[in-house]
């Protein structure tokens, strides 16, 4: 750990202009459950911290809006998953984030900062020891030919096969969420889908976010689907655990046949992964045990194993189905 | 010898606990004290070719960085298994040779904590990297058998009775398998932790110990001072499990560090560097051949096992001591071999030996009833034995049958159906029953104990023992009160402290049947001595009011015990800080303690994950002094079997070297919400040979069997046997 200044911004104005002013050291930090446990690591190292935790109205969560949900970056993860209405109206969000980690984290981690948790590659988190490009570039994958039980089926590069580690932004990925955020450049808003980048042969750069820029909210449109939605996850415990597989998945139905469907899976890839295809697959499909497996097939179709993850393609599979078959009971 | 039963009471210290009053060594705090912390090895065999500390030293509030260069000249303090006193013979920084990752290389102290991590952290150092190998798959030059070995005779002896080879060869029915395990660390909640602080040459260690003996003797020997000078206070122990048994690799580094400086200085061993600082249980791998008749007797068996050492110690491996002496076998022969590879020298983990052998062999007893087409139950019961097979003598007491039956009838057994696969539940969950017995040795240890009782109802009790959470200061409170007449609360505890009595290591279950027949002696002799106030006069009085009468502040007396049978000798090496047990070969007897436990399982049909909904254990552990932290010791050990059999591995990289998921997020230890029911029952029968209260031991018999239980309850649910743990989804798929 090395010595940094801590500042708070009181607006977010303030935190932009004060992170442009700044170099790369400089990070905003919110909840701070991923940049202190790394920076205690030594994997990180700013010099310079901007806390963003109380930025006015940054931990505002709104359900009421006909339209969409709207979550304050800044809110906590607890805050969110305790909202009401929210647990009856759209399970696989709730179910997500009381998943997610243990109930001190999610007491004190952010909805915003907990989309960029970085992964937990041991091989990234063990520092000098172990080659990593995505820790320092250039040095290697020493995941390729390790310890790969928990890393990437899918998305994964020569570079760098590391797991996007969270459940709330592959819940938020089945929903369509889009995320607002500001910059020196004014305001943007980015499909959630596109705020995290395959590892491709720069696994060091994770988002499509500029240095410069802060998540201020994450938006969901709301849709009939939200009821009938689930976020299944499987892992080595029943708590406290990152997934070995997990599948958001939501469901709208004409009778028995499948109007429309959400996948998404989650603990199998390097970035929240839509199972677009898995989906297209499904409409005016009777959902029984066989069409489940054949679309959570499809989710996983392209899936590569490495040396001891393969089995992960199958309990994807599997997940992808038993996650169907769980929402169809909440249409 | 007791016979009564003891009262369900709460623990003594339960209050202070659940309000984190307990105050554990990383929790001290003292004036001018500084901070210290480690910098460790990230090559996995070598030697140190420079270490540039100019860095660190240079940082403001950095006070000291030592290295091989400033430590070489510590004396040896030995390794436990060895005569001496540490947890391995290689005491980090002595030298530059590096003989495992994670091996400390630097100790910087500093102002603060932050300073000290900043600092270590600018250490860097230039290796001569070394091949390594980390594998029980070894090249036969680091294999060692034994029996061959320089290990002592007869303790490290292979066991041979009859002959198994010819009996097994002969055998109706064979079962011949290898089960295995992974590394996995022990990882309490309270780490290595030493704050070390001198005063006019004396130097006084606070540090969670089970040995505090041990350690104020090692560090007075690597430090070149008499034993007199250094005192070793370690009145709680937040979790030892054996990792906290012996000399630790940074109690010395703390002690001198505070020497230099002239201040206290305050060492606490990270959790990622705690996979790499002490010892952990071995990876093992063990063949099991079973021969039995087809009407289901046991004939033969044969045990052979694999178990990881050091490169620079024989930490030895004693597996068959305990499978065996599981059932009535005749013929028995075991083979043990250690497999040396460049970690530390691995070391003893809550039931160390008999964790794993019982896994083995309790697997393959279960293998064996299901090709005799037997209940596993029945099986058992109709192998039992009231003599020991391995020498013949009798055993002090065995309750093992009555722990299945009633076991058993708890559980429901009869209601089991016998094909694997053939249970399930409403929602299509693959259930699965599984039994097996476990067994661990009723050790007894040398103690002093001395009394004080004061003419105000209060009394001081000091007797070698460390309380670590098992509950032992609730355990001696109430045998004491019980004994005086003086309520729980009025008794003062004085455990854990060189300066009371002699503290001998506190590991081997024999933590209770050393200090409460010790304690309890002690009470008799305060009796006596009190009646001797008073002659005539005392009957019916408290001990204050027979103190008051004579017109008594107070009154002392001492005793010392053995256990049966050894020599006086025992109290030197008490008094040196020298392990000093017995059993379970006892000159007239063996002396075991039992369980047997009942395990359901549920396994996912699709996802295939296996939850572990109820467990009933039942003990044979001789008399029962404190029925709630025993319940308490069983229930912990249930969960221990379950992360040992379910959850818990130490991941190798064998280019690495190290373990690499050196951390409580990713070493999977099992949380609340794998836990079910665990229903404890007690035979709670006093032991009439092993000492006077009756008391064999509890602490690790508990955890022994269950991993074997769940295995065979998961194959019960599924057809699937699983030699290998931890089990996992993967395995199963």
Known sequence: MHPFTYTKPRTAQDAIRAIAAGDAGTRFIAGGTTLY???????????????????????????????????????????????????????????????????????????????????????????????????????????????????????????????????????????????????TAGPRTIPLAQLHREPGSTPETETSLARDELILRIRVPKTPLGRASTYHKIRDRESYAFALASAAVALRMDGTRVREARIALGGLATRPWRASVAEQGLVGQVLNAATARAAGEAALRGARAGHHNGFRIELGIRTVADALLIAQERV | MTTNTFPDVARIDAHDKVRGATRYASDDSRPGMLHATLACATIGRGSIQSIDTSAARALRGVRLVLTHAELSRLQPAGFLLAGGYGVQSLQPLTSPNIAYFGQPIALVVAETLEVALQAAALIRTAYAVEPHQMGLDAPEADIVAQQESPLPKPMFEDVHVGDADAVFAQAAVQIDATYASAVQHHNPMELLATVAEWSEGRLTIHEGTQNAEGVRHGVARQLGIPAEQVRVISPQVGGGFGQKNSLQGQTVLAAFAARALGHSVKLVVRRSQLFHASSFRAATRHRIRLGADHGGTMLAAIHETDAQTSRHD??????????????????????????????????????????????????????????????????????????????????????????????????GWARRSMAPGSMQDAEGQLIGWGVAAGAYKAATAPAVARLRVYDDGTALASVGVHEMGQGIRTALAAALSRKLGIEPDQITLDIGDTNSTPQHITVGSW???????????????????????????????????????????????AIRRKAPGQPDAVFTRLATGLPAPLGPNYPDFVSFSYIAHFVEVRVEPTTRRIRVPRVVSVADCGRVISPRTAASQVRGGVVWGIGAALREASEVDPRYGGFLNADLADYVLPVNADIGDIEVEFIDRADPLVNAMGIKGLGEVAMVGVAAAIANAVHHATGIRLRDLPIRIEHLM
């Open chain 1, 37 to 183: 446990d790394l920076m205690k690591l030594d994997v990180e190292a700013p010099r310079q911290i901007l806390d963003v935790s109380t930025l006015p109205g940054i931990a505002t969560i709104d359900t009421a809006n006909p339209r969409e949900l709207v979550f304050g970056a800044g809110a906590k993860m607890v805050a969110a998953a305790t909202h009401a209405g929210l647990r009856a109206d759209y399970p696989a969000l709730v179910e997500a984030l009381d998943k997610a980690a243990s109930q001190q984290l999610r007491n004190m981690a952010s909805l915003g900062g907990n989309l960029l948790q970085r992964t937990r590659c041991n091989y990234f988190r063990g520092g000098a020891a172990y080659a990593c490009n995505k820790r320092s570039p250039g040095s290697g994958c020493a995941a390729l030919n390790g310890l790969d039980r928990g890393h990437a089926v899918l998305g994964g590069s020569d570079s760098c096969i590391a797991v996007y580690p969270g459940d709330w932004a592959v819940a938020l990925a089945a929903f369509d969420a889009v995320v607002d955020v500001q910059g």
């Open chain 2, 314 to 411: 024989l930490f030895p491996s004693v597996n068959a001591e305990v499978s065996a002496r599981l059932h009535g076998i005749a013929n028995f022969r075991a083979r043990e071999r250690l497999v040396r590879t460049d970690t530390q020298t691995p070391g003893y983990m809550r039931a160390p030996f008999e964790h794993m052998a019982c896994f083995a062999f309790e697997s393959a007893v279960d293998e064996l009833a299901q090709a005799l087409g037997q209940d596993p139950v029945a099986l058992r019961l109709a192998n039992d034995t009231q003599r020991d097979p391995v020498t013949g003598k009798p055993l002090s007491s065995r309750h093992l049958a009555e722990c299945l039956r009633r076991g058993a009838a708890r559980f």
């Open chain 2, 511 to 557: 933590g209770t049947a050393t200090a409460v027949p010790a304690a309890v002696e002690a009470a008799d002799a305060m009796l006596s001595a009190l009646a001797e106030l008073l002659p005539g006069d005392a009957a019916g009085r408290s001990p204050a009011e027979i103190l008051r009468a004579a017109g008594r502040r107070s009154l002392d007396v």
